[in-house]
């Protein structure tokens, strides 16, 4: 069946380094992909997105890399800040089907 | 202002005793889901709805019901609670399904239930 998932459950970064959030996913099929934030109380908020035919979309501070050949999906967040700690999700979007999340990752930055 | 709104956020109940958590939005969205987020096991979808009258299964559906009599609002139902019930639970919603933006999905704040 489809699946996303993560390779790394924690990452911990010192402020104002580079941070990159890796995931992997099973459906070619997926029309989108998005990361999502979650802080800790809240719900998932939309990050960035990226369509399946492109390989690479920037937003503020934010990149994201879609590698079709191996099904690999990657959020770069630059100049890493202490807001940026966080759970980060990535999920796919084929279609009438509903979303499906990867597990997450736990972003820490280190002051 | 665009949201989604979901009560009670906190809730402690027990074994058996049938409850409801409301979910509402105010930006007319056609599709709607529920969640449930738990330790080591991410977001996980219960249910979800493409438009009035129209509901189906997510991946972990047993156990709930849901309903979409009105497009706004979605409630989950949980008939016979059980302790495995334990968890956060997110509603969200967007705007439609093929082709729609995917930068206008919106979740609730969350609803934290406990079942002993």
């Known amino acids: 069946g489809e699946s996303v998932g993560l390779h790394l459950p924690t990452l911990s970064v010192q402020e104002g380094d580079n941070s990159i959030i890796n995931c992997a996913y099973s459906?070619?099929?997926?029309?989108?992909f998005i990361w999502y934030k979650q802080e800790s109380g809240k719900g998932p908020q939309f990050i960035i997105d990226i369509r399946s035919n492109m390989d690479k979309r920037q937003g503020q501070r934010v990149t994201v890399l879609l590698n079709k050949t191996v099904k690999h999906l990657s959020l770069q967040i630059a100049a890493t800040q202490p807001g940026d700690s966080a759970v980060y999700f990535c999920a796919g979007l084929s279609g009438n089907t509903p979303l499906v999340f990867g597990k997450g990752t736990r972003l820490s930055v280190i002051a | 202002e665009a949201q989604v709104t979901q009560n009670p956020r906190y809730l402690i109940t027990v074994t058996g005793k049938k409850l409801t958590v409301t979910c509402s939005q105010n930006?007319?969205?056609?599709?709607m889901s529920w969640y449930r987020q738990d330790p080591g096991l991410g977001l996980r979808q219960i249910y979800y709805s493409m438009n009035v009258e129209v509901t189906d299964k997510g991946d972990v559906p047993e156990g709930y019901k849901v309903s979409r009599k009105e497009k706004r609002n979605f409630p989950l139902i949980l008939e016979s609670p059980s302790p495995n019930q334990t968890s956060l639970y997110f509603c969200?919603?967007?705007?439609?399904?093929?082709?729609?933006?995917?930068?206008?999905?919106?979740f609730g704040p969350g609803t934290r239930l406990t079942v002993l």
């Open positions: 459906n070619s099929a997926s029309d989108y």
């Open positions: 969200a919603s967007r705007p439609g399904t093929s082709g729609a933006p995917t930068d206008t999905q919106y």
């Open positions: 930006m007319n969205h056609e599709y």
